[in-house]
């Protein structure tokens, strides 16, 4: 990818994507410059590390004037690969398969899921958005011939590492699992694991348990400063 040849770090590459939707949001609201605080307060990273992290993009804010939206859009076009569409693939065609094929990303333009596989027989054949549902007979067959590198698992936990068995063995790179099952994989496949009911049990107890104690929490070690 273009992020690996200019040597930005991992997690600065991770962060692109979301500076580059909120840049895009704020040029087409007229916007030509923007503050490192600004940025801070939408994209919820502190304002250091934006301005590290485009430091590593060579856009250096000058103060009291900010960034240049349009130089940083620019490079994010470039870096993000804009202009090449990602075919991703979609195995799984049940209740959250079916939303992110209607969802299909279509506010980031340079990724699209354009095949999906199931092994339902009155699923296959069928069409969500534009996406035509294909027997997962055809996975291989398709995948490898379409180039596919990135696939979305949404298939039920207990068939997940049997059809990741079979992922191995074709081109694909990465594989982005929202099923509850760890996966078995080799290091030349990269699993980004999103288990939603997790993030969202765990966030319910949070909720619960922690969001009206961080300012007595912050207040009681203050106390304790005080003390020392
Ligand atoms: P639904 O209500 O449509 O069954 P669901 O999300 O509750 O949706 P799941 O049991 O999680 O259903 O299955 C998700 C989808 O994965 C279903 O469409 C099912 O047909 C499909 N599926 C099951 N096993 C496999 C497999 N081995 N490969 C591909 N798809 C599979």
Redesign the pocket.
């Known amino acids: 990818m273009a992020t690996e040849q200019l040597r930005i770090p991992k997690a600065t590459a991770k962060r692109l994507p979301l500076y580059y939707r909120f840049l895009q949001n704020l040029y087409q609201s007229g916007k030509l410059r923007v503050s490192s605080a600004e940025l801070s307060e939408a994209v919820k990273v502190d304002s250091a590390t934006i301005r590290r992290d485009f430091s590593y993009f060579g856009a250096l804010g000058k103060k009291g004037y900010g960034y240049n939206v349009q130089y940083l859009l620019n490079f994010f076009q470039k870096t993000l690969d804009q202009d090449a569409l990602t075919k991703v693939a979609l ?8 939303a992110l094929l209607r969802y299909n990303f279509t506010k980031n333009n340079n990724t699209k899921i354009c095949y999906a ?4 027989e009155s ?1 296959i054949g069928t069409q969500i958005s534009d996406v035509t549902v294909y027997s ?1 007979d055809q ?1 291989e067959e398709i995948l490898n011939k379409e180039e596919i590198q990135v696939v979305i698992l ?6 997940a590492q ?2 990741t068995d079979r992922l191995v063995k074709t081109r694909v790179k990465g594989i982005l699992n929202f ?1 509850p099952a760890r996966l078995n994989v080799p290091s030349s496949i990269n699993v980004h694991h999103i288990d939603l009911a997790v993030e969202l049990q765990s966030f319910v107890y949070f909720i619960k348990n922690y969001s009206n104690e961080s300012e007595d929490t912050e207040e009681v070690e203050e106390n304790e400063k005080t003390r020392i």
């Open positions: 195995i799984g065609v049940g209740n959250l398969g079916t596989f199931d092994t339902n699923k997962l996975l949404t298939v039920p936990a207990q068939a049997s059809v099923t």
